[in-house]
């Protein structure tokens, strides 16, 4: 074959740029491209998204307090500064309750008026003049009904939530974050490096964890932060495995012989070469990892290791369940709510795998 | 066309279909018995899909035509039926006999196991049969070696015991998928002249899957010749090769590889110079034991401005352990590596990253040697970011396109949004030329091309290669050109390297050397190749 001759063999593959005149999308445009192609893994971030931006915002949702009020002449912001009862005219000087009958009374006057959330109740407000004893089940007052403590499900399950899913987002990132970087020195160092860190992180492994937390939940006052650390200090383990078998494979690849070759430092090389061709792993968890999240936060909580009783969390709530069970109202919707989150998050992590993969066009 | 009146396989009007993508379009032909007949062909051209087929292995495809053997047909027979013809009448053999054997299990059980199954065989009179086969196909020691597991034999034996065990049932047809590709050449011909001596010893027909020409050339009868799905021609490999008439098998001959050496100027500076270069490396032997292994011994050369260099050895020769050492990319024991004076061996850092500049590499596996996360344009712009930071965006950008052009990819030559692509939407070649662009881009001295066209089709191949000679003319590029292949150094190269287990058994002028080979291993080489 002669050297003049046309340099280009047919591509295997058709070009995947629908009309040659058109600009071509960039890399990032183009991994959102096909993250949406999967339709139900971009309908589910949209109903994550929904349900995070309710839960962050419960107080806007869910509040007993009225955003604003209009009482004898005067504007009140209660949501923001809640008067006391004898600034309305009332007798306490403690913090007004409203859903105390002689302040409903007032606001039943006219010109009072108050704007308030939707669901107008708190996670820790208690209707002490309510006519049915609690756990009592759901009606127009209390759409999901009221727990055994009688604080109203709707604001108990959204406020859990909040407390569940940010804390389940803090020890992925915090996990996943330590996860990745501990496998990536293991696996692109190799050697004594990695025999070293192994043999530690084996002892490491072995701490019995629970035994632990037990113990450190009866001397400290068990907080969400103290939680968070206790569990990142084990959480990364698992995953540090699977980056460094990702790292150890990649490695060697001719792409990283070439990079060296082109002069890049080993930072760079992990970072531009090695890290993005390892991820599979890291993002096929990654759902996982929030779901055991959100478990072990929950499940600690139901064993009584979690927060204290008055933070709200879905663990509470299915201990609640689990002692009321004639209250189905309590462990029905905890359970549903557990279940679509898990769902959500498994139907993310795929679409968000497809985003990841530059080989689908 | 068919060559016998009784033939032993006839396929006529075969079609396999993937989904809507045809693999085998209307492929017809005859195998007479006793008779050698290949199917030659580039990558997808579907001539390994053809001889799965036969044994019907193909899954998830969809199949029409009539496949007879020994007058029955066994598109007919029930999965039972074929499974009992696999292994028994006919027997094949695969490209990668490391993979193809069990690891698990030694090579006497797995050869036992086709004399079970097929001959009815008792397990305890299976060994005494298995070492006779071994013996027959030459394996040395085959009452010891019958005991071994596939990793502890070498790449030769392990492809003898792979024909042993095709064998075993003495097959009427022997299905040989590139047999010999993955072998290094001395040990390609032994198995070439196992596979003829027995096959004219027991008279059973061979089918060969293969690219390479060299064999079809020197070991069939009559041969195929397959194109995108499509049988072109037939015929003699004798009138084929002496009279080609369609135009693809014309294309396919002529490329082999043409000289394109350009004289070099008496007064060319030397720009690489390694002297008693030496490099080893320590394999544990035991928790605190080492054992030394040394990859290259006192390697001396020295690269001219504008020449190449032509490293050519088999595997495990330490050519491209060498190739590495001069990229500073492997340190060396002992000896010293200069670059235009300046010594790069264990050298530091900064003097390093300016060398990295001057010196780049291309490898050989398109497929491996390009981040798959990454766009052509990252890859080819990622050495300016590093070496020209003082580049703008828009500068950088230029200079990755033109020579992304002067490669061969740009609107120009048909491929369009180059830069926002990524590597799996290009060809092999077309990988090979993004590789090449990214080496080039820097504007280095000296391109360590480490089997560049190796993993490549030989149309493909030639156009690399000419492609290579192209830049080395216009760039004034030195070459270290590392390859197993002699067609391709003795088209390529100024001087050649002979390397044989770590060391350098002969050197000298390319054609010289080619000509008069002074060393015994040299001789070897050329004469498995058929070159001399």
Redesign the interface.
Known sequence: ???T?????????P???AA?STK????NQ?AWARFRRNRIGYVSLWAFAVLLALATFAEVVSNERPFVARIGGETHFPAISNPAEVELGGDFHTPTDWKDPFIRDLMAKPGNWSIGAINPHSANSTNYFAKEAPPSRPASANWLGVDDKGRDMLARLLYGFRVSIWFAIALTVVGTSIGILMGSVMGYFGGRIDLTMQRLMEIWGSVPELYLLIIFASIFEPSLLLLLILLSLWGWLGLSDYVRAEFLRNRS???V????????SNA?IIR??VL??SLTPVITFLPFRMSAAILALTSLDFLGLGVPASVPSLGELLQQGKNNLEAWWIIVPTFVLLTVTMLLLTFIGDALRDA?D??K? | MAASPQPLLEIERLTVRFGSSTVVDDVSFAIAPGEKFALVGESGSGKSITALSVLRLVDAATSTGVIRFDGEDLMAKSERQMRSLRGGKIGMIFQEPMTALNPLYTVGNQIGEVLELHEGMRKEATRARAIELLAHTGIPEPERRVDAYPHELSGGQRQRAMIAMALACRPKLLICDEPTTALDVTIQAQILELLDALQREMGMALLFITHDLNLVRRFTNRVGVMERGKLVETGETTRVFADPQHEYTKRLLASRPQRRVQPLPADAPVLVSGRDVKVSFAIPTGWFKKRHFEAVRRATLELRRGETLGIVGESGSGKTTLGMALLALQPIAEGEIAMGGVRIDNAERAALRTMRRRMQVVLQDPFASLSPRMTVGQIVGEGLDLHRAELSKAERERLVLAMLDEVGLSERHGVGHVLQRYPHEFSGGQRQRIAIARAVVLQPEVLVLDEPTSALDVSVQQQVLALLAELQQRHGLSFIFISHDLAVIRAMSHRVMVMKDGDVVEEGEALSLFDAPQHAYTRELLAAAHLA
Do not use: C, I, W
């Open positions: 074959m002669s050297a001759l046309p340099t280009t063999d047919a591509p295997p593959v070009v995947p740029t040659p071509p999308l960039s890399p183009r690849l001719e792409f012989k070439a990079a060296r070759a082109l002069g890049l760079q531009r070469h993005p061709n990841f530059t080989r066009s």
